[in-house]
């Protein structure tokens, strides 16, 4: 949905036409944000009691995602594929860096905000589904699903919270903005009512990114958690933390609201619509160009030059070596036989998808 909605145009290319970019980038925002991911996902599933165990979860927790990062990695290299931002033979320094700096992120943000002992831990990383049917649809389900971080209950009130990790080189503020009423919060709360009752709220736990690495002026790794300690405490003040948080928004409206109704349905004709029903100032009407989001988070999107050229490119640059590929995982056949022949705007040997 939020793909839909930043950008149509990239969503036909990517859901509808299956291309993607042939090419395993590397970047250590991300890297880091899915070190710590796997260390609170750790913690919130055994809730160790003592600081050594701790300690021992969240090494443990980074440790095994490192080596399936490395693995990936390597095996991505032998492919048809190559590697962006990163040099092959320094592949496990820079996850080291990464593994570094997220265990002390962890560290840090455990010791501020534990989990209380009023608090039961419902699911860590649960897949929930369901279909719902809306009825500007008339009867026709919408298949939501997602993979919730952790649903935790307070036994004194049976209040349900669904909570989840994120991480940034924003401030809390900043990465915060919204966060009530975005997609996730509101799909999240659905499939958690669906199993569990309709949770009070949503959880947040936010860590910023620290400016500082693990290097050779600190004795050993407990100084550099130190610095960080340090570096974080000079964000904190009496009333606002702009550098970690955990956030507990209570939600303020109803379970299926207008807006949401809105979207589901704009995304749902998108992802049904027969493509190759769709030609000329139509398809730039249902698919349109998203200015906005062709530089983001301060990279260009890879799927610019499909928006600079016209359709009748599009093979050109698929057929271009190390670029691109299009890949539908449920079905085979030439490029656009599952989606659209962009030429003629017309199903090329499939359905239409």
């Known amino acids: 949905m939020k793909a839909f909605n930043d950008c149509p145009r990239k969503f036909f290319l990517t859901d509808r036409l299956g291309i993607m970019p042939r090419r395993v980038s590397f970047s250590e925002a991300t890297t ?109 389900g919408i298949p939501i699903a997602g993979q919730i971080d952790t649903i935790l ?27 009530g009423w975005s997609y996730q919060t509101r799909l999240y709360r659905l499939l958690v009512a669906a199993k569990y009752g309709d949770p009070t709220g949503f959880i947040h736990n936010f860590i910023q990114r620290p400016t500082i690495k693990f290097c050779k002026k600190d004795a050993d790794f407990d100084a550099y958690v130190t610095r960080c300690r340090e ?56 698919f349109p160009r998203r200015e906005q989001s062709c530089r983001a988070w301060n990279s260009t999107c890879v799927y610019l030059p499909f928006c600079d050229q016209p359709k009748t490119d599009w093979p050109r640059l698929l057929d271009i070596k190390g670029s691109y590929t299009q890949e539908f995982p449920l079905h085979e056949g030439p490029v656009y036989s599952n989606a659209v022949d962009p030429v003629n705007q017309e199903p090329a040997q499939g359905d239409g998808r």
């Open 153 to 179: 209950k307070e036994s004194s009130t049976g209040a349900i919270w669904p909570t989840d990790h994120k991480t940034s080189g924003d401030t809390a503020e900043d990465a915060s903005v919204g966060r």
């Open 32 to 140: 880091i944000g899915n070190y710590c991911h796997a260390a609170l996902s750790a913690l919130y599933t055994v809730n160790p009691a003592s600081d050594e165990d701790v300690l021992d979860t969240i090494s443990s927790a980074i440790a095994d995602r490192m080596t399936e990062d490395l693995e990936r990695m390597s095996e991505s290299l032998t492919k048809d594929a190559f590697l962006v931002g990163a040099d092959p033979e320094k592949t496990g320094e820079l996850l080291s860096r990464c593994a570094d700096m997220a265990s002390a992120m962890i560290r840090i943000f455990w010791n501020r905000y534990p989990l209380g002992p009023d608090i039961e831990i419902l699911a860590s990383e649960e897949l929930l589904a369901l279909e719902l049917v809306l009825p500007p649809l008339q009867g026709a």
């Open 231 to 286: 570096w974080y405490a000079a964000r904190k003040s009496d009333t606002y933390d702009q550098a970690m948080a955990s956030y507990w928004l209570r939600h303020t409206e109803p379970l299926i609201p207008p807006e949401l109704i809105r979207d589901l349905v704009n995304i749902y004709g998108a992802s049904t619509i027969n493509v190759g029903s769709v030609s000329g100032s139509d398809f730039d009407a249902v």
